[in-house]
């Protein structure tokens, strides 16, 4: 049986998704934007089966959006019964967007290997129905997500203005309440929703204006406020979502002192408590030391920028 | 030299107040809710004296609230130059509401010793003028302070559903952002002010309707929002107002721990990092056994319901 492999890397987003519209497509309520990772890394490999098989990690696995987005692809295409192998080097849905690089690789390597045909701008609207944010995982660099088409481009290469992230780990336990199902719960209960939906185009606007001027500083100051605009959403849902845990705590504590002393430095957190710490690579040595003195060594993962997602050999 | 005393308790509002009305009077911008506790106490004496002279805590202090405070008295009354000695036997300045129960004592011990003949609801008013929630603090039991006068009264006695509140304190140091600075930032800057502003009376209602119907997890559900909302709303804050450390996220996860499990406890925290979890009496000692491990033994204060502000021995 021939077999097709594709890989991607998660993104950070530094201007936040959370909340979808009301009708089908899988389409984010508000413009993002994010820069690509390197270093973690999802790798799927497909096949042609008897049925389909996903296996994450070594596992078997259901997985609800995998079997959906399969029949959303089988009805515009013919696809075959695929087995999906598919192997992350960092914790599976632990807030740090294995989701959103599942979905590139895996459109990825069903793109080459049912032969679809699809662009790169296509393969990125497929992926967002598998999960908003793989959408952007299909590109390096700085990364929107904007309507109408709400198909990610490319906004600047990271050759642009070139970020490291230190990844934080402070709970490697997959988060009890899913982005999808929390961002429901946002959007219905939570008071500070709309006025969330009203700011998040300038939000957009202001981020990307900041880094077409390469202003680290607004670039930081916008992102942390994106940032704690969405936990503070997610904190007043009912049921409250709360992701922060107190070694996360310490850690933006940890980020915002830097910062005061003048390091090139902020924080943004996701669906989950790990901290990411995006720097200037200047500042990298000292932020990754700091943030080891509260989580440990093998706690930290310094990324830098990575590829758009693409073919590996299976 | 005569001389005149009074005690007043801090108070822990329920439904909070945060952002003032932009006008003079100190006038709260929403409806809020409080219950007035006992053990922490503020013991304040004055009595005559060549010019004024305020002792915190053994120590002489400028405070241009206090100043304020005496100066516009002093428009209206009679009031000749103080000595005003103040005691806290808890944290000053660290979101114990040291600044509720030091005006609620001031204005009782100046109006009996200059015989101003101010009532309980007048002297709230004067009380308001020196610290808002200082209003709540003249009164025992569920206090509410509310529009037009933004005079407090009691809502039920304490006998009406006696709470406990257990107090963990996390760090006791003075706090850098005053309350009244901070609350100016959240009014100018956050973009969930207005959202903020526009729930308040909603949520003032939900928890007089709770007490009123002695339903205690209505009050837990609706306090917990209140709180997040305005922690919310610090976060959200150019500069962004981040008074929670790892210690107040610990306790916070333990409170919704014991409520997960049946025990009748939410957490409250103010413009500070200590977390107050108020319970039924029968949840006390569970509650305070967990909180104790996670901050010590002597960093756990047990509180019942208090007295109203008055008078004692000089």
């Not at 959370?18 to 790798?43: C, F, H, M, V, Y």
């Not at 709970?171 to 939570?190: C, D, F, P």
């Not at 990298?284 to 990324?303: F, P, R, W, Y």
Request: hydrophobic share 40%; charged share 15%.
């Amino acid at each position: 049986m021939s077999a097709t492999a594709a890989q991607a890397h998660p993104n950070i987003a530094l201007i936040k998704y959370w909340g979808k519209q009301d009708k089908p497509g899988n389409l984010p309520a508000t413009p993002n934007l994010s820069i690509t990772l390197a270093e973690l890394t999802t790798r799927t490999r497909v096949s042609s089966a008897g049925r389909d098989e996903l296996w994450l990690n070594g596992n078997r696995k259901e997985d609800p959006k995998v079997n959906g987005f399969l029949a959303a692809l089988r009805k515009k295409f013919a696809v075959e019964p695929l087995k999906i192998e598919s192997e992350n080097n960092f914790p599976t849905g632990a807030g740090l967007a294995s989701s959103a690089s599942g979905f590139a690789a895996l459109i990825t390597a069903i793109n080459e290997h049912a032969q679809l045909g699809l662009n790169r701008e296509l393969m990125s609207e497929w992926a967002r129905r598998g999960s908003a944010s793989a959408a952007r995982s299909l590109f390096s660099g700085y990364v929107a997500l904007v309507p109408p088409m709400w198909r990610a481009h490319q906004l600047a290469p990271a050759s642009h203005m070139p970020l490291n992230v230190v990844v934080a780990i402070t709970n490697r336990q997959t988060k009890s309440v899913s982005s999808t199902q929390g961002m429901e719960y946002s959007r219905l209960t939570s008071p500070y929703y709309s006025a969330w939906l009203r700011g998040g185009p300038d939000d957009f606007a202001a981020a990307s204006s900041a880094i077409n001027q390469r202003d680290f500083e607004a670039l930081a100051q916008i992102s942390e406020l994106s940032c704690l605009k969405m936990h503070s959403l997610m904190l007043t849902s009912n049921p409250t979502l709360s992701y922060w845990n107190p070694a996360t705590v310490a850690c933006m504590d940890a980020v915002r002192d830097l910062r005061n002393q003048g390091c090139a430095v902020f924080f943004t957190i996701d669906a989950g408590p790990q901290l990411k710490a995006v720097c200037l690579p200047e500042a990298t040595s000292q932020v990754a030391a700091t943030l080891k003195n509260i989580v440990g060594d093998e706690q930290v993962i310094v990324c830098g920028m990575g590829d758009a997602a693409g073919l590996i050999e299976p």
